[in-house]
């Protein structure tokens, strides 16, 4: 038995950043709520194969075999969906993916929601949506979002088994482009699963930034469905620059940013002061993704891609949700 599937990346507006206690089930269940857009380009595609024979399960990502950590998570993830199908067989997963791996383009959203649906597909197990956005989440937490297409939500839950901890698809008539903007080359120094722990434990500001959170995420929908781009621009930077305000104040403090992030951030500060509608969010890496209208999106790009240091710019509008390529016997 085989299945392909393929997911987009998304790019949280209002960021998810920080776990909340799950009794020890690694549930992997977030602090806070998250609100996102799924793009049209960047993702991954993955093959997962059962084999009768083999003694353990094998990776291949963009054509290169892959062991230790890398393997482990992975198999770990293949542990919960052979526990749901009662499954025995291992598996053999091909993966590619367009997202820079590591780069700080959430190549781990993509990639987990791609193996949650091809792995389920493959074990013989047909998944709602929602039970497929929870499974993806066990994985990794934005890759609940990749689920669906467009604007989406990932509640928090208040559950301690994780039951009320999904993404949905947001409605709104709100059409938006994100700029994004590459701002550093190679992997990043500090992932986001250990970042985000690390400001958990030891900012003083992460408090603040739960309190604070769930006003954020109550603002974009509000943005959301009267269409307000302005309004979702501005609290989409809120949340990012609060996010990142943990990882300056950690002990000790580390840094997504590079010099060229803060040029990049200049520049669009400089398109809003010129009347164009234009706001940065940046994530567990040093890029710069610029949501904007998309009349305005060829203007935004030009402006970015002439800032010094900036290795390329890509436009992206909303983008589909996960969905199989292939399967078979
Ligand atoms: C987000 N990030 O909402 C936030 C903003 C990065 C910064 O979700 O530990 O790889 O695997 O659940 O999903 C990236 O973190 O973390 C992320 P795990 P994940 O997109």
């Known amino acids: 038995m085989f299945a392909t599937a393929y997911a987009h990346t998304n790019i949280a507006l209002v960021k998810y950043w920080g776990k909340r206690d799950d009794g020890g089930r690694s549930l992997n269940l977030p602090a806070v709520g998250s609100l996102s857009l799924t793009l049209d ?6 093959t997962v194969e ?3 024979d083999a003694q353990g399960d094998s990776l291949v990502l963009d054509g290169t ?10 198999s770990a993830f293949l542990d919960r969906v052979r526990g749901l199908a009662k499954e025995r067989r291992y598996a053999s997963v091909t993966s590619r993916n367009d997202v820079p791996t590591a780069a700080g383009l959430a190549s781990s959203a993509s990639a987990f929601c791609a193996l949650a649906l091809a792995a389920t597909r493959a074990f013989g197990l047909t998944l709602d949506d929602r039970e497929l956005s929870k499974l ?13 297409g467009g604007f989406v939500l990932l509640h928090r839950g208040e ?10 698809p947001l409605q709104t008539a709100l059409d938006a482009r994100l700029v994004v903007v590459r701002c550093g080359s190679g992997p990043k120094e500090v992932g986001s699963t250990s970042g985000m722990g690390h400001a958990q434990r030891t900012s003083p500001y992460f408090p603040a930034w739960v309190e604070t959170h769930a006003r954020d995420l109550d603002d974009a929908r509000a943005a959301l469905a009267a269409a307000d781009l302005e309004k979702l621009g501005e609290v989409m930077e809120h949340s990012t620059l609060k996010m990142h305000a943990t990882t300056f104040s950690a002990r000790p ?13 200049a520049r669009v500060r400089a398109l809003r002061a010129g009347g164009t509608g234009a706001w940065a969010t940046m994530d567990a890496g040093p890029h710069v993704k610029v949501l904007c209208a998309p009349a305005d ?13 900036v290795f390329g710019v890509d436009v992206a509008g909303p983008g589909p949700g996960a969905r199989v390529l292939g399967s078979g016997a």
Do not use: H, M, N
Not at 41 to 46: A, N
Not at 159 to 168: I, M, N, S
Not at 297 to 305: D, T
């Open 65 to 74: 075999p892959r062991a230790g950590a890398e393997l482990a998570r992975v």
């Open 136 to 148: 993806a989440r066990q994985g990794s937490g934005s890759a609940a979002r990749s689920t669906y």
């Open 297 to 309: 999106a060829a203007r935004v790009a030009a402006a970015l891609g002439e800032v010094p240091g």
């Open 50 to 52: 059962l084999s009768q």
């Open 41 to 46: 380009r960047f993702g991954t595609e993955t």
């Open 159 to 168: 559950r301690d088994d994780g039951a009320d901890c999904f993404a949905e």
């Open 253 to 265: 403090a580390f840094f997504y940013w590079t010099p060229t992030t803060l040029e990049a951030l």
